[in-house]
């Protein structure tokens, strides 16, 4: 397995592969990233990992500082998953100068995680547009764990006509269901075993949906109120449609459950999709 950490060589690297996959990651990988990598192995010859921790998509007061940055331990995880390249850039290779251009995602990026977090979602569009010119894979890899950013992502390479395809994965969880992150290593133990609670609240609302019930608001408030009874500060619990995040009407079949809560001083966020079809 190669690391490389500038764009040159990377060029060089990749000139005479015809298929790329590409795995977009802020790095301190877990099972889920890994399933990424499964995911995209069988799909091209070549598989890179990028690993870098985007200033762009964090706001003023969050974690891009303590973020945990695991460079070793990453690139020996993706060589036992049989990676071929690791892409490893520091900030000035990424952000040469200031980035004064950006993507501009649609009015999705201002719903749930971009009402919480403003800008979020433009620094995501615009940092994984450069790994994509960067790298030129046919083949990207998200996971619908960020459920929206993978919408955002979708449509900016439909948008703007990119020769990607775009492969969701499916959420990773730990036996208890709780959906795996990075972050989740903030959590002390007595929060790691409170954090279920998250799933098991979007979960309910799955199951009542499953059943008939229609009265969103109602499911949506219950849970809010029940999350934070438990000491959780919650920034939303949400049924939408899964094509664009709006809000269904009592007719629609393909919905998604997506919810983003604080647990001490970590934020959680998980979502589980709903067929009723």
């Known amino acids: 397995m190669d690391v490389i950490h ?14 790329v996959a590409l795995v977009p990651t802020m790095g301190n990988l877990h099972d889920g990233h890994i399933d990424l990598i499964q995911l995209a192995k069988p799909r091209a010859a070549c598989l890179v990992a990028s690993i870098f921790v985007n200033r762009l998509q964090f706001g003023p007061h969050e974690d891009f500082e303590r973020y945990p940055r695991t460079l070793a331990a990453d690139c020996e995880r993706l060589a036992q998953a049989g990676c071929n390249v690791v892409f490893a850039p520091d900030e000035q290779e990424v952000y040469p100068e200031p980035q004064e251009y950006t993507v ?10 971009g009402a919480f977090r403003p800008g979020h979602f433009r620094g995501v569009a615009t940092v994984v547009l450069k790994l994509f010119n960067m790298v030129q894979p046919q083949i990207a890899i998200f ?10 992502l979708r449509e900016m390479v439909k948008q703007l006509a990119l020769p990607i395809e775009i492969i969701p994965a499916e959420t990773v969880r730990a036996p208890d269901g709780l959906a795996l992150s990075s972050r989740n290593m903030y959590l002390s133990p007595l929060e790691r075993v409170e954090a279920i ?15 008939g019930r229609r009265d969103f608001a109602a499911l949506e ?20 449609r899964q094509s664009d995040l709006m809000q269904p009407d009592a007719h629609a079949h393909a919905l998604v459950v997506l919810a983003a809560a604080r647990l001490g001083n970590t934020r959680l966020i998980d979502n589980l999709e709903v067929d009723l079809s």
Not at 199 to 209: C, F, K, M, S
Not at 224 to 231: E, I, K, M, S, T
């Open 6 to 19: 500038s764009v040159a060589e990377l060029r060089a690297r990749l000139y005479n592969e015809r298929q």
């Open 104 to 113: 501009d995602p649609s009015g999705i990026q201002n719903l749930l995680e």
């Open 143 to 152: 996971g619908k764990k960020d459920y929206q950013q993978y919408l955002v």
């Open 197 to 211: 609670a998250l799933y098991h609240h979007i979960n309910t609302i799955r199951e009542a949906l499953q059943s």
């Open 221 to 240: 408030s219950q849970a809010v109120d029940a999350l934070n009874a438990r000491g959780w500060k919650t920034d939303y619990v949400a049924i939408r």
